[in-house]
């Protein structure tokens, strides 16, 4: 069973920064962050495969890193320049063997989420 445990959300002002935590184990294939807030879809921000490449949302470019400490199997996104509009309930997702993609039925294990609010 594989369980995925996110941490490190909290509330920051416009241009800060946190780094979102996913602890888990047994996963394989593709990891990913999405978020889903208020009234919207959920939606993929950064993906992560077992060779290192990477995907990112364009609302993220440039502003978000994910990234894996595979001797720990923790999963981080590093997040910087927030803005209110990435207020969002953020979700650390495992084993996608499609690839990179953002579609959330191809992601079979899910965390249970870490709020990230961000005032203007």
């Given at each position: 069973?594989?369980?995925?445990?996110?941490?490190?959300?909290?509330?920051?002002?416009?241009?800060?920064?946190?780094?979102?935590?996913?602890?888990?184990?047994?996963?394989?294939?593709a990891?990913?962050?999405?978020?889903?807030?208020?009234?919207?879809?959920?939606?993929?921000?950064?993906?992560?495969?077992?060779?290192?490449?990477?995907?990112y949302?364009?609302s993220?470019?440039?502003?978000?890193?994910?990234?894996?400490?595979?001797?720990?199997?923790?999963?981080?996104?590093?997040?910087?320049?927030?803005?209110?509009?990435?207020?969002?309930l953020?979700?650390?997702?495992?084993?996608?063997p499609?690839?990179?993609?953002f579609?959330?039925s191809?992601?079979?294990?899910?965390?249970?989420?870490?709020?990230?609010?961000?005032?203007?």
């Amino acid at each position: 069973q594989v369980q995925l445990v996110e941490s490190g959300g909290g509330s920051v002002q416009a241009g800060g920064s946190l780094r979102l935590s996913c602890a888990g184990s047994g996963y394989t294939y593709a990891l990913a962050w999405f978020r889903q807030a208020p009234g919207k879809e959920r939606e993929g921000v950064a993906a992560r495969d077992d060779s290192g490449n990477t995907h990112y949302a364009d609302s993220v470019k440039g502003r978000f890193t994910i990234s894996k400490d595979n001797a720990k199997n923790i999963l981080y996104l590093q997040m910087n320049n927030l803005n209110p509009e990435d207020t969002a309930l953020y979700y650390c997702a495992a084993n996608n063997p499609y690839g990179l993609g953002f579609s959330p039925s191809e992601y079979l294990y899910w965390g249970q989420g870490t709020q990230v609010t961000v005032s203007s």
